[in-house]
């Protein structure tokens, strides 16, 4: 039996990749440094892919790392797809799975708006993952649409965050605008 898991974060870390023209560093997934790079080394990419009705995880130990550990700007991509149980006896093949997975949407948020959506939620704990928290679809969405309950929640200004929408997948939210045109202007959109 394959690992879904792995499957699906390694399929959509090369989707990442394609649709912003980064180049991966963390292939292996060992989560020391953020899976992509942009070309110029200007920017880190962490990518979190899962069902829309689950949520991306969001681990602590590695949050911090990144934060302690890297000096340029950070963002991280939240990938959400369509298939919501049973992966494993649906799809007997990572090949079948592979086929199926789709980008439902797509949402690049700044470091900053990721601690603070950690930092200010309700924590869960698993052994092997260390203490996490999620951002469901429906949470991303009401942040880059400026919700006031969802930015306050976040404890952060809105006003200082600059939100685009590339594509109708695609939702893109940058600090002050700093590096949104570099990023528009990588981004192929033949991929999705």
């Given at each position: 039996m394959y690992n879904t898991k792995k499957v699906v974060g390694d399929f959509f870390e090369e989707k990442i990749v394609q649709l912003f023209d980064l180049i991966?560093?963390?292939p292996q997934g060992i989560g020391?440094?953020?899976d992509l790079v942009a070309r110029d080394g200007s920017f880190y990419v962490e990518v979190k892919a899962s069902a829309y009705n689950n949520g991306g995880v969001i681990k602590r130990a590695q949050l911090y790392r990144f934060d302690k550990d890297i000096s340029v700007r950070r963002f991280y991509v939240f990938v959400y797809h369509?298939?919501?149980k049973d992966m494993e006896?649906?799809?007997s093949t990572e090949e079948e799975l592979k086929r199926i997975l789709d980008l439902k949407s797509l949402f690049l948020f700044p470091f900053s708006?990721?601690?603070a959506h950690f930092e200010k939620s309700k924590k869960s704990y698993h052994h092997q993952?260390?203490?996490f928290v999620q951002l469901k679809e429906n949470m991303a969405a009401d942040i880059f649409l400026g919700d006031e309950k969802a930015w306050k929640h976040l404890g952060l200004e809105?006003?200082?965050y600059a939100r685009t929408k590339p594509h109708e997948k695609v939702h893109i939210v940058t600090r002050n605008r700093i590096l949104e045109k570099e990023i528009l202007a990588s981004f192929h959109p033949e991929f999705l």
């Open positions: 991966r560093i963390d020391r440094a953020p369509s298939i919501i006896k649906l799809y708006t990721v601690k993952v260390d203490f809105s006003n200082i």
